[in-house]
């Protein structure tokens, strides 16, 4: 695929830099170098393989919203990658992590529902222009756009795109506002990882539980171990990418006939192909996790999984542009306030309940990123974790439009 308007227009070569940028953040951050453990321990990994791409197209070396990375990326790496995260998932010890994990996602969707709407009250009584407009120009019609991605993902802000029909140019700008504000979270989330002990004595959270899953897990993998051969490998690949293949192949049927027969069903993302490909994809991975496939865990899986996760990072991280933080920046407050609001809920609940901050970031996350970046954010505090984002995130979609369409009617009421 080629575009035009970057110096580099050829995704081969794109994916060529990509690909090195990746390997040398992991190369560095795997390094005995005093230097760079002292930096690797302030900035997480992670936060260079969103910021490193997105210079790319900052300085017009790459366009990162014509490429088609991240569609591929998205549409055959995240599949993929979600079965052979969730194969070796043990539902029984998720379970026993209790009502914390849910309570946490569930006050985080309940954090951007109302926040919306009261980021908007807020601003109001400053500057009303600033969350006024009329018709496809109001600014509420955009920001339940926002609402849409913060509480499931890219095909519930879709969705909203089409019930509340915002203009095209106020559509660009609010999703603008909803990456980079939702990647400076991401990026505060990442440091807090290092700093997670703290987080959990202030919190007085009990984190035993997430630890004896992670252990758990951890020790499972270890004992099915072995030196990976070629057949392994190519095991893998194929449970990822013919399970991908029949995930696709189920969303092409079931989103178009609930469409035609069920269109009301619209509202719950039921008519998105994107959503019955994550949800088949991860119902696979769960299936064979009660299977002997489980054991290619030992063969590496996840390790093959946690790399497609990588390279999807990347490739969002290629369709930003640092240089937007100065356009509208009174949009940007707007989402800012919004954004503090679902924090300080998440904050005080999570106080009130003793929540591990694992419970309190993957809560966070499942809303505001759902499948791709919950498993990314919870693959960071352990690989083993990774699962507890997936379905989480997965709980994210099936509410994403529906809390979304509840903003949506809010921010309306309240709008100047």
């Known amino acids: 695929m080629e575009h035009s308007h970057a110096l580099i227009s050829n995704d081969a070569v794109i994916f060529g830099i990509l690909l090195a940028i990746l390997a040398f953040v992991f190369k560095t951050s795997n390094s005995a170098n005093p230097r760079l453990k ?6 997480p990994m992670l936060l260079l393989c969103y910021f490193l791409p997105s210079l790319l197209n900052t ?25 052979l995260l969730t194969l070796s998932v043990d539902l029984k010890e998720i ?15 309940v954090g951007v529902i109302l926040g919306g709407p009261l980021a908007i009250l807020l601003v109001s009584m400053v500057n009303p222009e600033l969350v006024g407009g009329a018709g496809p120009d109001a600014v509420w019609r955009g920001m339940t756009t926002v609402a849409g991605s913060w509480i499931g993902g890219g ?61 758990k897990m951890e020790a499972y993998g270890k004992s099915i171990e072995r030196n990976p051969s070629t057949t ?39 008519t998105s192909k994107f959503f019955w490909l994550i949800v088949i994809a991860t119902t696979v991975g769960v299936i064979l996790s009660f299977t002997k496939v489980r054991s290619y865990e030992g063969a590496g899986a996840s390790k093959i999984g946690t790399i497609f ?3 999807l990072v990347a490739t969002i ?14 949009l940007f407050v707007v989402g800012g306030i919004w954004m ?20 309190l970031a993957i809560g966070s996350k499942a809303n505001i990123g759902g499948a791709a970046s919950a498993p990314v954010l919870a693959a960071a505090f352990h690989p083993a974790l990774a699962p507890v984002g997936v379905l989480l995130a997965v709980l994210g979609y099936v509410l994403g439009t529906y809390g979304a369409w509840l903003c949506g009617l809010l921010m309306q009421a309240i709008a100047p």
């Open 95 to 109: 379970a026993k992590l209790g009502y914390k994990p849910v309570l946490m996602f569930l006050t985080g969707t």
């Open 317 to 330: 991280g290629m369709k930003m542009d640092i240089r937007t933080l100065g356009d509208h920046p009174g």
């Open 155 to 215: 095909a519930n802000q879709a969705a909203m795109y089409e019930v509340f029909s915002p203009s095209n140019t106020l559509f660009g700008i609010m999703v603008t506002v909803d990456i980079i504000v939702a990647e400076v979270w991401m990026a505060f989330l990442l440091i807090g990882i290092g700093k997670k002990d703290k987080i959990d004595r202030f919190f007085r959270a009990d984190s035993s539980s997430v630890d004896h899953l992670q252990n």
């Open 309 to 311: 996760i990588f390279i």
């Open 340 to 359: 503090l609001i679902h924090i300080v809920l998440l904050l005080v609940v999570g106080k009130l309940i003793r929540a591990p901050y694992f419970f």
């Open 232 to 270: 392994d490998f190519m095991v893998m690949l194929g449970i990822g990418f013919a399970f991908t293949g029949l995930a696709h192949y189920g969303a092409d049927i079931i989103a178009p006939f609930i469409e035609t027969n069920a269109p009301s069903l619209a509202k719950f993302s039921l």
């Open 59 to 83: 300085f017009g070396i790459v366009d990162g919203e014509n490429s088609q990375l991240y569609y591929v990326a998205s549409r055959y790496l995240l599949p993929a990658c979600l079965i």
């Open 38 to 43: 002292k930096f690797y321990s302030i900035v």
